[in-house]
């Protein structure tokens, strides 16, 4: 069974950081290519950035200088380095993959960034 788990939410300043952990199970990890999406209230879900088996990366506008996708394949755990965080940050944060065809999404992660 396929499972992806996210850690490392929490309440953060504006200007701060956090680190996001998605833990997945159940799948040859280091050949799968890993996302991390957003889901802020009442908004429709978006990208924020994609890393690859081979680990080449990819971010959406949003993301892109800010945040940093990584992986470690020894412990099948995909990571989202997020910095210069902002209120519009503010989202739940989800980690997924792909497993033959099939969407696997974790149960997503707080990230609430206020003063």
């Known amino acids: 069974q396929v499972q992806l788990v996210e850690s490392g939410g929490g309440l953060v300043q504006p200007g701060g950081s956090l680190r996001l952990s998605c833990a997945a199970s159940?799948?040859?990890?280091?050949?799968?290519?890993m996302r991390w999406y957003r889901q802020a209230p009442g908004k429709e879900r978006e990208l924020v950035a994609i890393i690859s088996g081979d680990g080449s990366t990819d971010y959406t506008d949003l993301a892109k200088g800010r945040f940093t996708i990584s992986r470690d394949n020894a412990k099948s755990t995909v990571y989202l380095q997020m910095n210069s965080l902002k209120p519009e940050d503010t989202a739940v944060y989800s980690c997924n993959t792909n497993d033959r065809g099939r969407p696997i999404w974790g149960q997503g992660t707080q990230v609430t960034v206020s003063s």
């Open positions: 159940g799948i040859i990890f280091r050949i799968y290519a």
